[in-house]
């Protein structure tokens, strides 16, 4: 199973938004709606920010979004911060009822 | 509030076996709702699923890993383990238990992490 498409690396300032993208196929992302995205900072566990797409879990900043389009899924966080500085993963289930994981997005604030 | 925490050795010789075991607290392997994962990081690389068990035994592991991977549940210590044969210097990583999917449609994602493990490969 492939490892899904994202970008190296992105930057912004602060209060921008930025997106990060996540792609892969119709037999994983474009397929379900099953789309997490973590935030790891260096030395840490990753952190669930998005599920399902779209959801936030409790305790998420709402600067955090999720969203999907054919086999392309999108985080985008707004109002950029200092704390925002970290990897972040995309994952997505798949057609043969397994997991896989973006290569990871390392965003950088200004 | 959910807590894992991996424990196990931090150095694997070769051709042997990594073994690591997650302690669950504040909640229960055994409640139904979730599959229970193990997940690892190389040093300075990507995420990768290794697999899952749910509380019956029931186990779903990543086809490149398969051939090696063990995973087994023990409800009565409210523990899920991880046992990894034949490693090698790749298996070098970070290891992650985690809590999810969810069990009825897979949807939630990891929501609960251990703070990892790392675990090397070497002589």
């Known amino acids: 199973q492939s490892a899904l498409t994202q970008p190296a690396s992105v930057s912004g300032s602060p209060g921008q938004s930025i997106t990060i993208s996540c792609t892969g196929t119709?037999?994983?992302?474009?397929?379900?709606?099953?789309v997490s995205w973590y935030q790891q900072h260096p030395g840490k566990a990753p952190k669930l920010m998005i599920y399902d797409v779209s959801n936030r879990p409790s305790g998420v900043s709402n600067r955090f979004s999720g969203s999907k389009s054919g086999n392309t899924a999108s985080l985008t966080i707004s109002g950029l911060q200092a704390e925002d500085e970290a990897d972040y993963y995309c994952s997505s289930y798949t057609s043969s009822s397994l997991w896989v994981f973006g290569g990871g997005t390392k965003l950088t604030v200004l | 509030q959910v807590q894992l925490q991996e424990s196990g050795p931090g150095l694997v010789k070769p051709s042997e076996t990594l073994s690591l075991t997650c302690t669950v607290s504040g909640g229960s392997v055994s409640s139904g709702s979730y599959y229970w994962s193990w997940i690892r990081q190389p040093p300075g690389k990507g995420l990768e699923w290794i697999g899952y068990i749910y509380y019956s035994g029931s186990t779903n592991y990543n086809p490149s890993l398969k051939s090696r991977v063990t995973i087994s549940v023990d409800t009565s210590k409210n523990q899920f383990s991880l046992k990894l044969s034949s490693v090698t210097a790749a298996d070098t990583a970070v290891y992650y238990c985690?809590?999810?999917?969810?069990?009825?449609?897979?949807?939630?994602?990891?929501?609960?992490w251990g703070q990892g493990t790392l675990v090397t490969v070497s002589s």
């Open positions: 119709s037999s994983d992302v474009g397929g379900y709606n099953y």
């Open positions: 985690a809590r999810g999917p969810h069990y009825y449609d897979s949807s939630g994602g990891w929501d609960y």
